[in-house]
């Protein structure tokens, strides 16, 4: 427990380090993605097991459409590998999946596979899992921004009513609550274009472990770190 009393009720993970992984190796890049998805699972299925509300993880970014032509190609079958394969595993653990992003962008494939395992998964009551799926801070501002412009335009709302509490509204994660923490693997000091509105607070904890490693175990080190800090959120301790 954290010094207020309470669990992490939502952890974002950026998963880091798979392309290191297999080249400290010797191995090809997408053989670190492959064994980054067992990470995932237990991960995921950890994470409800501890009745954390949410779980978000950075699942592919719009960044990595620069990557070769080859590993996105994989990278998509990987996810839609996944979605299709881990159905089974959502259903018994009670996760509701949920996505963000620009999902649009995405192979038409995926895009199907991902609307079946959401609207499978809908009335499960259990921890939410969410997907960040060619995904960028910076472009859910900006989508937010221009929907609300839209709204003004319309006369739907007015200047006056644009508040933090209504831009809120407007962003991908608007029925989500903002995540207490953020874990960062592979050891890189940076949120890389994640949830830049939302972490505003949010207790960061990066380890050199790279994700395809990433188990149980350091996943309870996290939790356990995020129990001995003070959240404070701008103002003073009694």
């Not at 939502?10 to 998963?15: E, G, L, V």
């Not at 209504?166 to 923490?181: A, K, N």
């Amino acid at each position: 427990m954290s010094e207020n009393g309470e669990a992490p009720s939502h952890i974002a993970i950026i998963m880091d380090g798979n392309g290191r992984w297999a080249r400290q190796r010797g191995l090809v890049r997408i053989r670190g993605h492959k064994e980054g998805v067992e990470s995932v699972r237990e991960i995921t299925r950890e994470c409800a097991k501890k009745h954390i509300r949410q779980l978000t993880l950075y699942a592919f970014s719009q960044e990595n459409w620069k990557r070769p032509r080859r590993e996105v190609n994989l990278l998509m079958k990987l996810l839609k590998d996944f979605l299709i394969g881990e159905r089974g595993e959502i259903e018994e653990n009670n996760i509701r999946l949920t996505a963000i992003g620009r999902i649009s962008g995405l192979p038409e494939d995926v895009q199907r596979e991902l609307a079946i395992s959401i609207e499978e998964s809908k009335d499960n009551t259990g921890m939410v899992l969410c997907l960040a799926l060619n995904y960028g801070g910076r472009s859910e501002i900006v989508d937010a921004a221009k929907n609300i412009a839209r709204s003004v335009k319309a006369g739907k709302m007015g200047l006056e009513e644009i508040t933090e509490e209504t831009f809120r509204r407007f962003l991908y994660t608007s029925e989500m609550t903002d995540p207490d923490l953020l874990i960062r693997t592979g050891g890189e000091m940076r949120v890389s274009n994640f949830l830049l509105w939302e972490i505003s607070y949010t207790e960061l904890w990066v380890t050199p472990v790279c994700w395809p490693d990433f188990r149980k175990r350091h996943l309870d080190e996290a939790i356990q770190e995020y129990a001995r800090r003070e959240r404070r959120f701008g103002g003073l301790q009694e």
